[in-house]
């Protein structure tokens, strides 16, 4: 089994920056991708960003490319997203997940492991 414990959310002025971290315990991690998505209020989730093990492969979402990026440290077994430059339409509760075979992927059903998710929160 693997757990993934989310990080960093808050509320923050537009414009304003938040980083987000989830650490991944439990089963040995060999060959992962860890992934984030958000879900607003009445939407579905959407991929933000995903990264493999090595940081070696990742892929950003076009609405949020230039504004986040996403990093990984593997000796932690935990991936960051940095957000810069938020913007009220980035409110959402941010989930991680991870996958065991590596797959950066922006498809939810690729990832086999969630996180409880944090809430991220931009006013206007």
């Known amino acids: 089994q693997v757990q993934l414990v989310e990080s960093g959310g808050g509320l923050v002025q537009a414009g304003g920056s938040l980083s987000l971290s989830c650490a991944a315990s439990?089963?040995?991690?060999?060959?992962?991708?860890m992934g984030w998505f958000r879900q607003a209020p009445g939407k579905e989730r959407q991929f933000v960003a995903a990264?493999?093990?090595?940081?070696?492969?990742?892929y950003i979402d076009d609405s949020v490319r230039g504004r986040f990026a996403i990093s990984v440290d593997n000796a932690k077994n935990t991936v960051y997203l940095q957000m810069n430059n938020l913007k009220p339409d980035d409110t959402a509760v941010y989930y991680c997940?991870?996958?065991?075979?590596?797959?950066?992927?922006?498809?939810?059903?690729?990832?086999?492991?969630w996180g409880q998710g944090t809430q991220v929160t931009v006013s206007s």
């Open positions: 439990g089963r040995t991690f060999t060959n992962y991708a």
């Open positions: 990264i493999n093990r090595s940081g070696s492969v990742s």
């Open positions: 997940a991870a996958n065991l075979y590596g797959a950066v992927s922006p498809r939810t059903y690729t990832f086999d492991y």
